[in-house]
């Protein structure tokens, strides 16, 4: 397993449960084309442009070429790293038949390869990881959700640390696990509170 700041953007969920097993990262899965029309996850690879780098590691068929193309557009700023993966042509075990091209996606390539793959890139492993407890109990308890004012906490937060507008509070919890631990976004959340007696 190697820690990875950037987040890693791959197209579904069963590249990101592969990827999961070779990887301590942040991992966005694109639903394939849904990406196209999902605004609030847009935002989100935007913002990890931004702050920690994206890879984005597709399938290596047209429709991958089509999605990483995509989001390089979309994206527009930040730093962004392309990982490929080889041509290999077979089928995914879960699958009755090849894809349209026959060949392997991400969750069909082997760890080797994708480590392989990464190395090429550039990418190395670090150190630098928080320890990812922040959990729904941890909004919870600070007031970021299931309050009367935790939309408005939520909203301030996100202000402070320069997040999208726009994010479910999974989507926060997932981001918010990549910038500090538990004991830090108590800290923060209490310092806005002290900052906003309206809330």
Not at 46 to 74: E, V
Not at 94 to 101: F, H, L
Not at 120 to 147: C, H, P, Q
């Amino acid at each position: 397993m190697i820690k990875i700041n950037e987040a890693i953007i791959v197209e579904g969920k069963y590249d990101k449960i592969k990827l999961s097993s070779i990887v301590d990262a942040v991992i966005i899965t694109t639903n394939g084309y849904g990406i196209f029309k999902d605004t609030e996850k847009l935002e989100l690879i935007r913002y990890y442009a931004k702050k920690t780098g994206i890879i984005i590691l597709t399938d290596s068929d047209s429709a991958g070429r089509r999605i990483r193309g995509y989001i390089k557009g979309a994206v527009n700023g930040g730093k962004i790293t392309n990982v490929f993966i080889p041509d290999i042509f077979g089928k995914e075990k879960r699958k009755e038949k090849p894809s349209a091209e026959g060949k392997l996606g991400v969750e069909g390539i082997s760890k080797k390869l994708i480590l392989e793959a990464f190395e090429k890139s550039g990418i190395t492993s670090s150190d630098a990881v928080f320890k990812r407890d922040i959990s729904n109990y941890t909004m919870y308890e600070l007031g970021l959700s299931g309050g009367k004012n935790s939309s408005e906490l939520r909203q301030r937060l996100q202000k402070r640390l320069g997040l999208p507008k726009l994010m479910s509070v999974t989507a926060l919890i997932e981001v918010l696990n990549t910038m500090t631990d538990s004991a830090g976004l108590a800290r923060l959340t209490a310092e806005i509170k002290e900052e906003n007696n309206d809330i």
